[in-house]
């Protein structure tokens, strides 16, 4: 995107800098030639009317002196010339005419001596000069013209500072158009990045502006129907979703009502059991234990329903997490190793869903593997915190390692465990609420190993004992919607 | 310790076998069916402990037990649906001294009646005066004031300040005011001891943000103050 804007810029500006330098180059050129030549002929003209009209109608005698030029009154002719000096070589060795003419180049006096007119550019006293010699036939003397060129620099300076103005006035001009033109180029694109950042941010609604009847035109509404049947297909997904949800949240709340009579009922009889006749005392016994699996079904069918409809309060607070972790381990699984950090670990979460997440994990661990006894770890790394759990059961074929936290998976559908099949499903509703994830990974010496990870954001606190081990003897820590520090 | 339960609860199945299961256990069961006419029967006979349906028809029972409470601190145990913080919330602010979770067992609820019902007996045994900072708390008559204006508080608020009041300084866990409290061991839901606490803040402490009466030790519970 940016790219392309300052690819297009850089292009323009650059093509308008190389016509402005060219047509600069090319004027400057050749203003400065037609001066020099005009200056030229100009002077030559002049020389020649000298020396053919002016001075042979002044009556000079064969080989004249410089009295004689200055009796005939050429010099003061001479002086009156603007902006020319004039030498005159009469041959006299004049220390003062001699020193002048070290000044032209011998390539002049050489032509001026052979009797032709010649000209040259140079520079005598630090200004810029044009030299125009002639010899007044037949043999002398000889009169060089010289003429001061420096209006035609002055003129050419002024060329050059108002070309560079000029060009730099004009780059800048180009580098404004090519902006605007890019952001005019440009725009269906920005527009059309806006929208789909949008859409990304789940306003499904964002449409890209159809602004012109070109290519991106089309586009747009190529792209603006496409984004109608997402949007549609969404709404149509998302009303079907909210549709399950509300049955499932429906079909739990209605058999709530059947379920309390059922467990009251249940217990009632639980007590009365010994009083039944043999056939019927054992028929009791299995409808007070599927009532009590039932109840379970349909609290776990709540809770899940509660995460769907996003209803979830989080309430954290900073909590020893290897002390929280060994405690529920003792009640949930007496006797299960915990093994936890050296060092305290203290992360803001909260202890309820804690204790759910790893209490439906040390169940899990104890239906696949009931005989053997399940592990737990609580460590620290790279600012996550994990407590893991790590049975010693059959594990689960990796290609299904992700499934076990679908709802009412069974990675075996055979077995007909206690298990309603949510147990981990909620567990990783849970984690992701407390802002963590909960893995399986399959362990190289057999067995399942499920890491909950959860963030940790509190730095150790010490001193006042915010989490202090010698209270985790098994007072709830206080909740932090009413507990002031 | 036997007893006169009114028991108001819409479903029928739930009514009998609460009335079937309260019998067994040995009190006198009045039952009714929507809120109207629970409070009709309750304003008919006299009662020692109230047990309501939160989702009644005609009148629901947070309603009702406003009502009741207008007018009697007979001990009233409501049946909510959910457990949620928000529930006990509402059933406190109602006036309800505790609630049962739906489902429930009936032995359970059993032992919650009982533990409601000797608190009333004991209270009404109870005479003498409690100061905690500029508090007045007469345990006989009830009341608690400050400065000589009377403050209002529920009949769990007033035990959970009077618990407190008579250990000053002395560190209790949720569990404990749980048990001194509510009156049985209730595991898990320290929840009920914090809201209560939160409300009982809010009125009687001038700032319930930083609390001077009753103060919170991290990790351990709440004791009052010297």
């Known amino acids: 995107m940016r790219g392309v804007r300052a690819r297009l810029t850089a292009t323009l500006v650059a093509l308008v800098a190389l016509t402005a330098l060219v047509l600069g180059v090319g004027s400057y050129v050749f203003v400065d030639a037609s001066l020099h030549d005009r200056f030229r002929d100009d002077a030559a003209a002049q020389a020649r009317f000298d020396l053919e009209v002016l001075i042979p109608g002044s009556g000079l005698p064969e080989r004249p002196s410089r009295a004689d030029l200055e009796a005939a009154g050429l010099i003061a002719a001479f002086a009156r010339q603007p902006q020319s000096d004039t030498i005159v070589d009469v041959?006299?060795?004049?220390?003062?005419?001699?020193?002048?003419?070290?000044?032209?180049?011998?390539?002049?006096?050489?032509?001026?001596?052979?009797?032709?007119?010649?000209?040259?550019?140079?520079?005598?006293?630090?200004?810029?000069?044009?030299?125009?010699?002639?010899?007044?036939?037949?043999?002398?003397?000889d009169f060089y013209f010289v003429?001061?060129?420096?209006?035609?620099?002055?003129?050419?300076?002024?060329?050059?500072?108002?070309?560079?103005?000029?060009?730099?006035?004009?780059?800048?001009?180009?580098?404004?158009?090519?902006?605007?033109?890019?952001?005019?180029?440009?725009?269906?694109?920005?527009?059309?990045?806006?929208?789909?950042?949008?859409?990304?941010?789940g306003d499904l609604g964002a449409r890209v502006p159809v602004a012109s009847r070109d290519e991106f035109?089309?586009?747009?509404?190529?792209?603006?129907?496409?984004?109608?049947?997402?949007?549609?297909?969404?709404?149509?997904?998302?009303?079907?979703?909210?549709?399950?949800?509300?049955?499932?949240?429906?079909?739990?709340?209605?058999?709530?009502?059947?379920?309390?009579?059922?467990?009251?009922?249940?217990?009632?009889?639980?007590?009365?059991?010994?009083?039944?006749?043999?056939?019927?005392?054992?028929?009791?016994?299995?409808?007070?234990?599927?009532?009590?699996?039932?109840?379970?079904?349909v609290d776990e069918l709540?809770?899940?329903?509660?995460?769907?409809?996003?209803a979830e309060r989080v309430l954290l607070e900073p909590v020893d997490l290897g002390s929280l972790v060994q405690r529920i381990a003792a009640t949930r699984a007496a006797g299960t190793p915990v093994t936890v950090p050296d060092v305290q670990l203290v992360v803001r979460t909260e202890p309820r869903r804690l204790e759910r997440i790893v209490a439906n994990l040390l169940d899990n661990a104890r239906e696949h593997a009931p005989a053997a006894q399940a592990e737990v770890r609580v460590r620290a790394r790279d600012g996550w915190a994990y407590v893991e759990v790590l049975?010693?059961?059959?594990?689960?074929?990796?290609?299904?390692?992700?499934?076990?936290?679908?709802?009412?998976?069974?990675?075996?559908?055979?077995?007909?465990?206690?298990?309603?099949?949510?147990?981990?499903?909620?567990?990783?509703?849970?984690?992701?609420v407390l802002g963590g994830d909960l893995r399986a990974f399959n362990r190289s010496q057999g067995g399942l190993r499920i890491a909950l990870r959860i963030p940790v954001t509190e730095p150790l606190p010490r001193g006042d004992g915010g989490a202090n081990p010698a209270h985790d003897s098994g007072a709830p820590t206080p909740t932090t919607q009413e507990s002031p520090s | 310790m036997d007893g006169n339960i009114l028991l108001v609860e819409d479903d029928p199945s739930i009514r009998e076998v609460t009335a079937i299961g309260l019998r067994n256990a040995g009190f006198d069961v009045t039952t009714a069916s929507?809120?109207?006419?629970?409070?009709?029967?309750?304003?008919?006979?006299?009662?020692?402990l109230?047990?309501?349906?939160?989702?009644?028809?005609?009148?629901?029972?947070?309603?009702?037990?406003?009502?009741?409470?207008?007018?009697?601190?007979?001990?009233?145990?409501?049946?909510?649906?959910?457990?949620?913080?928000?529930?006990?919330?509402?059933?406190?602010?109602?006036?309800?001294?505790?609630?049962?979770?739906k489902p429930f067992e009936v032995p359970e609820l059993v032992a919650r009646v009982r533990a409601a019902l000797r608190r009333a007996n004991r209270e009404a045994a109870e005479d003498g005066r409690l100061r905690l900072g500029e508090l007045t708390i007469d345990t006989a008559g009830r009341t608690v004031e400050r400065e000589g204006r009377d403050i209002a508080l529920t009949r769990t608020e007033f035990d959970l300040l009077v618990e407190l009041a008579r250990r000053p300084g002395q560190v209790m866990t949720q569990d404990v005011l749980l048990d001194r409290v509510w009156g049985y061991d209730y595991m898990g839901d320290s929840r009920l001891v914090d809201v209560a606490m939160q409300r009982l803040r809010a009125k009687i402490e001038r700032d319930p943000s930083s609390p001077e009466l009753v103060l919170t030790v991290r990790g351990a519970g709440y004791k009052s103050a010297r």
């Open chain 1, 391 to 432: 049975d010693r059961g059959p594990g689960v074929p990796a290609e299904r390692l992700d499934r076990i936290f679908e709802r009412f998976y069974k990675v075996d559908p055979s077995r007909t465990g206690g298990s309603s099949g949510l147990g981990l499903a909620i567990a990783a509703e849970h984690a992701a």
């Open chain 1, 302 to 310: 709540m809770e899940l329903s509660r995460f769907d409809a996003a």
């Open chain 2, 34 to 48: 929507d809120g109207q006419e629970g409070l009709d029967r309750f304003r008919a006979a006299p009662f020692d």
């Open chain 1, 147 to 201: 003429h001061d060129a420096s209006a035609i620099e002055q003129a050419l300076v002024t060329l050059r500072v108002a070309l560079l103005v000029g060009g730099i006035v004009l780059a800048l001009l180009a580098l404004l158009a090519a902006r605007w033109v890019a952001r005019g180029v440009l725009a269906p694109v920005d527009a059309a990045a806006r929208a789909a950042e949008r859409i990304e941010r």
């Open chain 1, 91 to 141: 041959g006299d060795g004049d220390p003062a005419v001699a020193a002048f003419l070290g000044l032209f180049s011998s390539r002049l006096r050489d032509l001026v001596q052979g009797g032709g007119l010649a000209y040259e550019w140079t520079s005598i006293a630090g200004r810029p000069r044009l030299v125009v010699g002639g010899r007044l036939p037949p043999d002398g003397p």
């Open chain 2, 50 to 101: 109230l047990l309501l349906d939160v989702m009644l028809p005609r009148m629901d029972g947070l309603e009702l037990c406003r009502a009741v409470r207008r007018t009697s601190t007979v001990p009233i145990l409501m049946l909510t649906a959910r457990g949620d913080t928000i529930d006990v919330v509402v059933g406190l602010e109602a006036g309800a001294d505790d609630y049962v979770k």
């Open chain 1, 217 to 297: 035109g089309d586009w747009a509404e190529r792209f603006n129907r496409m984004a109608d049947t997402l949007q549609d297909t969404i709404s149509r997904l998302e009303a079907s979703q909210a549709q399950n949800r509300r049955f499932v949240s429906d079909v739990s709340h209605e058999l709530r009502t059947p379920l309390t009579a059922l467990v009251a009922e249940a217990s009632i009889l639980r007590e009365h059991l010994g009083a039944l006749p043999p056939d019927a005392r054992r028929t009791g016994e299995l409808l007070v234990g599927d009532v009590a699996r039932l109840r379970t079904l």
